[in-house]
């Protein structure tokens, strides 16, 4: 995961490699890190991750629901087919938007 790049309304991250059982952990700790120091939108750029499964879903959501209690968002960003599948087979497509790029 890359640091945190500053944006009017939040800040952006952008994740890299296979998000599965192996790195869900750390993956969930490294999310919820950035919500704990962080204000505002979490832009979370998924372009160049080659894999995601249920596990690293779950901190997905988890983060979702942290960042909607303080009253800010989760935008996914730049999310390949097998991501997108993954969204659309849990219907978190309705839940979580994608966007094609940052704007």
Excluded: I, N
């Excluded at 192996?22 to 998924?46: E, I, K, N, P």
């Amino acid at each position: 995961m890359t640091d945190p790049t500053p944006r009017p309304d939040g800040h952006a991250l952008s994740v890299s490699g296979r998000l599965d059982a192996q790195t869900a952990s750390a993956f969930r700790a490294a999310l919820s890190s950035h919500v704990a120091a962080h204000r505002g939108h979490l832009y979370l750029d998924l372009a160049d991750v080659s894999f995601m499964d249920s596990s690293a879903l779950a901190g997905v959501v988890a983060t979702l629901k942290a960042l909607r209690a303080r009253g800010d968002e989760l935008r996914l960003t730049g999310a390949g087919p097998a991501v997108r599948e993954l969204l659309s087979l849990t219907m978190l497509d309705r839940v979580l938007p994608l966007r094609e790029d940052m704007a």
